[in-house]
């Protein structure tokens, strides 16, 4: 599958999942202001895909500046930076990928020039370790997995939410790949159908069994459909192990330690926010009403309704049965536990 962001020396380009599956379109970004709006109106999404994005997005505010010494270029970047750190504030990575890059610059000594050329190896590298790592941990998170594997999933932490490849979907993958008999139920993922549209969509062009049931299903699926792990994404991770992902991760943990099945976080180190001590520091975006309210465009529910709409939620630690990582994996996370992969 084609990377889900890319740079070829001028522009980045995404891939818009605002239009999967029904329509698959590459964008070409080639202003900060461009690639600010791409990551609020998730044109492209996912913590990974993101952080990688916004750091690219930086090297574009670089390259578009027309300041002819590094105090005025770093003013430009950093201009650029407020811009793409002012788009989601969940997702940790978009905030790691914006300072990585920052800092490349403000180290680089030599001409306007020479500052870019680092910054673009820079993104360069930032794609390949993004996709290097989600491979690594998929392989780890596999061998979690029994020879027959029911999983159930939520969102999409798909090759579509990372450079390529995916988090818990990469877990899925490298458990098909090491010859496992893999069933997946996708959860919907209500209000933008990240799981039916994305999750559904990459897992059967790899033609990996996956069934989609409504959010509200989860349980009833854990206890009658004989699913044996559950495998998650994030968003961003306490330094205790606390995981925020997509709004629902939560109900399932419960109901996951409920009925007794593994619950599994999969991530890349990039996501762990280790200056957070535990999960209830993390900011939670809310998204517009109309995500409710409307459906392909046409509203649906009284008007006047009153709307929460948060886009994550926050699982305890003392929920997940272990954190997949590219470094490894944290079995009953905590603070102690976590500090291993700083
Ligand atoms: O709102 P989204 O679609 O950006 O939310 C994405 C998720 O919650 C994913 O599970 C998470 O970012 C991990 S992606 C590898």
Not at 131 to 159: K, Q, W
Not at 293 to 305: H, S, W
Request: charged share 25%.
């Amino acid at each position: 599958m084609e990377r889900t962001v890319d740079y070829d020396g001028a522009r980045v380009k995404l891939i818009d999942q605002r239009l999967l599956p029904a329509e698959f379109k590459l964008v070409y970004i080639d202003a900060v202001d461009d690639m600010a709006f791409a990551i609020k109106d998730m044109i492209v999404r996912g913590a990974p895909a993101i952080g990688v994005a916004a750091a690219l997005g930086v090297v574009l505010g670089a390259k578009n500046s027309q300041a002819t010494d590094k105090a005025a270029l770093m003013a430009d970047i950093d201009s650029a930076c407020e811009t793409l750190k002012n788009t989601r504030p969940t997702a940790v990575n978009l905030f790691w990928g914006i300072d990585r890059m920052r800092d490349v610059a403000a180290k680089t000594e030599g001409s306007v020039a020479d500052i870019i050329e680092a910054m673009e190896a820079e993104g360069r590298a930032m794609l390949d370790a993004d996709e290097a790592a989600c491979r690594a941990l998929g392989a780890h998170g596999a061998e979690l997995l029994p020879d027959e594997c029911v999983i159930m999933t939520i969102c999409n932490a798909g090759a579509l939410a990372t450079v390529a490849y995916g988090t818990a979907l990469g877990v899925i993958r490298a458990a098909a790949e090491a010859g496992k008999k893999v069933k997946v139920f996708s959860l919907e993922t209500r209000p933008r159908l990240q799981g039916m549209k994305l999750t559904c969509y990459e897992l059967m062009a790899d033609g990996i069994d996956v069934t989609c049931v409504s959010d509200g299903m989860a349980g009833s699926v854990l206890r009658s459909k004989g699913v044996n792990a559950v495998v998650v994404g994030a968003d961003r991770i306490a330094a205790n192990g606390d995981t925020a992902n997509k709004i629902g991760t939560y109900s399932l943990a419960v109901e996951a330690k409920y009925h007794n099945v593994p619950f599994y976080v999969a991530a890349p180190v990039s996501t762990i926010d280790f200056n957070l001590e535990s999960g209830g520091l993390i900011p939670i975006e809310e998204r517009a009403e109309e995500e409710m309210t409307a459906l392909g465009g046409t509203r649906i529910a009284p008007e006047g309704l009153k709307v929460y709409n948060p886009a994550f939620d926050v699982t305890p630690a003392e929920l997940i049965t272990a954190i997949v990582t590219e470094k490894g994996v944290v079995k009953s996370p905590n603070a102690e536990k976590m500090a291993v992969l700083k």
